[in-house]
């Protein structure tokens, strides 16, 4: 498993992710980059993510849907805010409605995702920024820290058939 460490900080409202691959920090960009690669991990193994939408630049939009095991489809949103290939993404997050359109644009989960390698390895830290504490424990009590935990594991999988 590629998770090194989980952060739950409820006084900065943040929910952080520490992952180490060893890759170069061009390769785990990829699986950001690509969406038919973030496709094979982005959603833990029962809820597979399908993106509909992946404009990877400055204020572009993405769009995406989980499907569960009995076929229900939950759908969400990002906005990059930030690219700094290869080292530093951040977007915000969050959900959507049917047809894929944000239905809590004015209170996103910001994430901040960097990379940093040394000596071929690289160690990707990936931080939620909470609107607020009710946000924060919501998600947990959604499953977002297993889910995301047993996402991030799927990395290695999809870096080891590039």
């Not at 960009?29 to 399908?50: H, I, Q, S």
């Not at 939408?53 to 949103?77: C, I, L, N, Q």
């Amino acid at each position: 498993m590629t998770v090194t460490d989980t952060i739950r900080n409820l006084e900065e409202l943040t929910l952080t992710f520490v992952t180490e691959f060893d890759a170069k920090a061009e390769q785990v960009w990829k699986v950001w980059e690509d969406p038919r690669k973030l496709e094979r991990w982005w959603g833990p193994p029962t809820w597979p993510a399908t993106f509909d939408r992946h404009e990877f630049v400055p204020t572009g939009s993405v769009r995406y849907h989980m499907t569960g095991p009995d076929g229900t489809k939950a759908h969400g949103w990002w906005t990059i805010t930030t690219i700094e290939a290869p080292y530093r993404l951040e977007f915000d997050d969050g959900f959507a409605d049917d047809q894929g359109e944000p239905i809590d644009a004015d209170r996103p989960v910001h994430i901040v995702v960097t990379l940093d390698e040394t000596g071929g390895k690289t160690r990707m830290t990936v931080i939620n920024h909470f609107p607020d504490a009710d946000t924060l424990e919501r998600m947990i009590k959604m499953g977002m820290q297993e889910g995301m935990g047993l996402a991030l594991g799927q990395i290695d999988q999809v870096l080891s058939n590039s």
